[in-house]
């Protein structure tokens, strides 16, 4: 009998993952439609097929050699950081159009540089290395090469 | 005549103020890049990938090539100094540097490393640059039939040799197929798996995806091993003293090496460069085990052995030139590195081929140029000069570093289409790039896959209109049948054959 751990472990749960995709992408291939009539073989669909049904073989073929093992590799290393930082990035993604790239990116940096513990006791540095950051960047992309970055109120 | 001539004006190119600030500054990139344990010049150029939308084609090509040698070489230099190798083709140069740094010969050790590098880099330029046309010559030899074969011998290539984990990397492989699909069929304009998304209409971009794979997976790859991979001990770092003097190989150690060795080593890392997805691991480690089994002292190996150092560094700076060959003149990256530099190429609107020797050489030869000049004289100047400060990199905080890569890969993958869309699709990407790399599915197979899907569909459906859909016309077609003994060949080799040589020591 398997542990519920270890089918939730990403040896399990990846290839689910890969298998739910597949399918959802080969009733997709189903739904294409050419202008003209094609041969399958040489229509938008066959290939997309083909790589489907190969994909379904492998999953199955990974997911049984996977139960046929005894046990699961431990993965080492922290669970939560790893989430804070898709946390962070995705807030800034958010953000990033109506806060600007100056406020937005700044905000950022604070909450990576509290993610990865940097410089957190030492508030002046923690805030001037934030700074310094936001604005490196800033110059390469806006002054250097030109790109207009999105701002607030007309400022970066 | 006209190609050589070409190959002279990529020099030229290069005293061009631009050309030759992006080669400095992009060595500097990939020296730094590189020798960062956790850091690797594929990271590098793909965090660099957005400015090349903002620079004309030639800077941006000198860069990536310049990174693409600086990065190859510095990774040895914290395998020597600290004994964690910056990039995984450095992992051979750690078992000998490193004993060598032990003696107080690390100086010496980190010479002969970059003494390796410059003969190996160099020498696989020149190949590369003597070989191309005949490669030129050879792809117009091949025709539609051919290049399907000829895709799907390189796409087998990268799968098997993930050896141990082909089913994985083959889903991988798979998958960025899959995700190549996404967008208008090229051939007949029709909508595929867009659903109903204006944004998937265009299909899905170089950018997000190496962006997500390459920067921001590796982030939160830091993020978790953060407590694991434990600061690098300042003390011990300051303790050291290198004096640049020492820097320099002494002659009777290069003849007890002896050019034949590096020689050897340039040529089966050059090799090992053509063959795509091998990369500069496998050609530091096959030059390596070669190395030790012609040498008169194998007992040295592990133990300090210069020849070793010579060996392994020669082949993975080889591997730089030997990349290139497949990238530019069949659209097949050899690496993840060849593979963005391809990105580039196509941003630009140029195609690999014959024709891109014929009649945009000139765009291509200072690429060439910043290879040989990158090996031949940035390397041993900028160890010279910058060798004693190489150790002080490892001490910057990663806490800084990691949210400035973060910083400078997503508001990188924004400018470059002004996308916020394109953002998003970095970070889908970067998960999913995070968890394949947790469950060993190799996020390089996705990339070529990705890269290298539609011309393999795209082949495939021509050859077939061709034949009126008859599939014989793979095993009739000279160049087809060619290319799939190759690939029969390459599976019996790689995967059926039992090796007979003992694996790493």
Not at chain 1, 52 to 80: C, D, H, W
Not at chain 1, 123 to 133: E, K, R, T
Not at chain 2, 75 to 83: E, P, Q, R, V
Not at chain 2, 145 to 167: D, H, T, Y
Request: proline share 5%.
């Amino acid at each position: 009998m398997m542990s519920r751990q270890r089918l939730l472990s990403m040896e399990f749960a990846l290839p689910v993952f890969f298998l739910i995709l597949t399918t959802i992408y080969l009733a997709a291939a189903f739904t294409i439609r050419a202008q003209i009539s094609e041969p399958f073989w040489q229509g938008p669909r066959a290939i997309p097929i083909v790589a489907s049904v190969m994909m379904y073989a492998l999953l199955l073929f990974v997911l049984v050699r996977q139960f046929r093992t005894s046990n699961t590799k431990a993965q080492p290393g922290e669970i939560l950081r790893p989430v804070w930082v898709v946390v962070a990035t995705g807030v800034y993604i958010y953000v990033f159009e109506p806060l600007g790239y100056g406020l937005s990116t700044l905000l950022y940096v604070f909450a990576l540089f509290f993610i990865f513990e940097f410089r957190t006791r030492q508030p002046l540095a923690f805030v001037i290395y934030a700074l310094v950051v936001t604005a490196v960047f800033y110059i390469l992309y806006a002054v250097i090469f030109g790109v207009r970055l999105p701002e607030l109120f007309g400022v970066i | 005549m006209d190609t050589f001539l070409s190959y002279f004006n990529g020099f030229s190119a290069l005293l061009d103020p631009l050309n030759f600030a992006v080669m400095i500054g992009g060595f500097l990139v990939g020296t730094f890049f590189g020798a960062m344990p956790g850091l690797t010049s594929v990271l590098a150029i793909a965090l660099l990938l957005p400015v090349t939308y903002q620079i004309d084609v030639v800077p941006a090509l000198i860069m990536c090539a310049s990174i693409f040698m600086a990065g190859m070489y510095s990774g040895s230099i914290t395998a020597i100094t600290i004994n964690i190798p910056g990039a995984p083709s450095s992992m051979m140069t750690a078992l000998d540097g490193n004993k060598l740094m032990k003696r107080g010969k690390g100086a010496n050790a980190l010479g002969h490393a970059a003494l390796g590098s410059m003969i190996g880099g160099t020498l696989g330029a020149v190949l590369l640059m003597a070989f191309m046309p005949i490669a030129a010559k050879l792809s117009l030899l091949i025709q539609t039939p051919g290049k399907f074969s000829l895709i799907f011998f390189a796409l087998v290539v990268i799968v098997i040799v993930e050896k141990g984990n082909i089913a994985k990397s083959t889903i991988a492989m798979l998958l960025g197929l899959m995700i190549a699909t996404v967008g208008i069929d090229e051939l007949l304009s029709v909508p595929r798996f867009t659903f109903g998304t204006e944004n998937l209409m265009e299909g899905i971009d170089l950018m997000p995806l190496v962006i997500g794979a390459f920067a921001i997976s590796e982030i939160l790859i830091q993020a978790q091993n953060w407590r694991l991979d434990s600061e690098v001990d300042l003390d011990e770092i300051k303790k050291i003293r290198i004096k640049r003097r020492d820097f320099i190989p002494l002659w009777s150690e290069v003849r007890e090496i002896g050019l034949w060795t590096y020689f050897k080593s340039t040529v089966i890392g050059y090799l090992i460069g053509v063959l795509p997805g091998a990369g500069g691991s496998m050609a530091a480690f096959v030059s390596y085990i070669e190395a030790r089994r012609s040498s008169r002292k194998p007992q040295e190996y592990g133990n300090g052995s210069r020849e070793g150092i010579a060996a392994a560094e020669s082949a993975n700076n080889a591997m730089c030139g030997g990349a290139f060959v497949p990238m530019l003149m069949f659209g097949i990256p050899g690496d993840p590195t060849t593979a963005i530099v391809l990105g580039v190429l196509v941003i630009n609107g140029l195609q690999p081929g014959a024709r891109l020797l014929e009649n945009q050489a000139d765009l291509i030869s200072p690429m060439f140029a910043s290879l040989i000049v990158s090996a031949l004289i940035l390397i041993p100047l900028t160890l010279y000069l910058l060798g004693p400060l190489f150790l002080k990199m490892v001490t910057i905080s990663r806490g800084l570093l990691y949210s400035g890569i973060a910083v400078v890969a997503l508001v990188g993958s924004y400018v470059a289409t002004l996308s916020i869309f394109q953002m998003s699709l970095s970070l889908v990407l970067g998960v999913l790039a995070f968890y394949m790399r947790r469950a060993s599915y190799s996020p390089v197979a996705m990339l070529l896959g990705f890269i290298l899907g539609p011309d393999l569909e795209q082949y495939f459906r021509r050859a077939m209109s061709l034949s009126d859909g008859d599939p014989m016309i793979f095993l009739t077609s000279p160049d087809s049948i060619f290319f799939l003994l190759l690939t029969a060949a390459f599976v019996y080799m790689i995967v059926v054959r039992k090796p007979k040589t003992a694996t790493a020591p």
